[in-house]
């Protein structure tokens, strides 16, 4: 049965505490099935000098457990907007709808300028606009948007 966005959002949220709590950057992210079943759930990877994909969009694990006919029909939620680069596996994995829970301008007030995380003043939505098929986005959601931020605090600094 499907949740309400919000719902799958604070999930992300605790997923996105996890991640922070291994050591890594608090993101969270998890793919839903058309039926509002959770598939899979990531957090944040350590990015490194040698690794600069780890961020916690399940898109790589999507792509080679499913069909891209089937993850058109799925949603990707996450605590933070897509940046350019996770937009881009987005599209091209063939995931139908993101749902996020603060902007990507929100988060990079709360990076700064962290070489870990040198975040993009890019909406997805703009990324998405230059492609040729048409991913829905739904968000940011104020509703959690706040929960979102707060999971950063202190981490950037």
Same mark, same amino acid.
């Given at each position: 049965?499907?949740?309400?966005?919000?719902?799958? +959002?604070?999930?992300?949220?605790?997923? &996105?505490?996890?991640?922070?709590?291994?050591?890594?950057?608090?993101?969270?992210?998890?793919?839903?099935?058309?039926?509002?079943?959770?598939?899979?759930?990531?957090?944040?990877?350590?990015?490194?000098?040698?690794?600069? /994909?780890?961020?916690?969009? &399940?898109?790589?694990?999507?792509?080679?457990?499913? &069909?891209?006919?089937?993850?058109?029909?799925?949603?990707?939620?996450?605590?933070?907007?897509?940046?350019?680069?996770?937009?881009?596996?987005?599209?091209?994995?063939?995931?139908?709808?993101?749902?996020?829970?603060?902007?990507?301008?929100?988060?990079?007030?709360? /990076?700064?300028?962290?070489?870990?995380?040198?975040?993009?003043? +890019?909406?997805?939505?703009?990324?998405?606009?230059?492609?040729?098929?048409?991913?829905?986005?739904?968000?940011?959601?104020?509703?959690?948007?706040?929960?979102?931020?707060?999971?950063?605090?202190?981490?950037?600094?």
């Amino acid at each position: 049965m499907y949740q309400s966005h919000e719902f799958y +959002l604070r999930r992300c949220i605790e997923i &996105s505490k996890d991640s922070r709590a291994h050591g890594n950057a608090p993101f969270g992210a998890l793919l839903v099935d058309k039926d509002g079943n959770i598939l899979m759930e990531q957090e944040n990877i350590e990015i490194t000098e040698k690794v600069c /994909t780890g961020h916690a969009v &399940s898109t790589p694990r999507a792509s080679h457990e499913y &069909s891209k006919a089937f993850l058109w029909d799925c949603t990707l939620y996450t605590t933070a907007e897509s940046c350019a680069m996770c937009a881009g596996a987005i599209y091209l994995a063939n995931i139908g709808r993101v749902v996020y829970g603060m902007t990507e301008r929100r988060l990079l007030e709360l /990076t700064g300028s962290n070489e870990q995380n040198p975040t993009f003043d +890019l909406p997805c939505r703009n990324v998405f606009a230059c492609g040729q098929k048409e991913i829905e986005v739904v968000g940011p959601f104020s509703e959690v948007e706040v929960e979102a931020a707060a999971v950063h605090e202190g981490y950037w600094d």
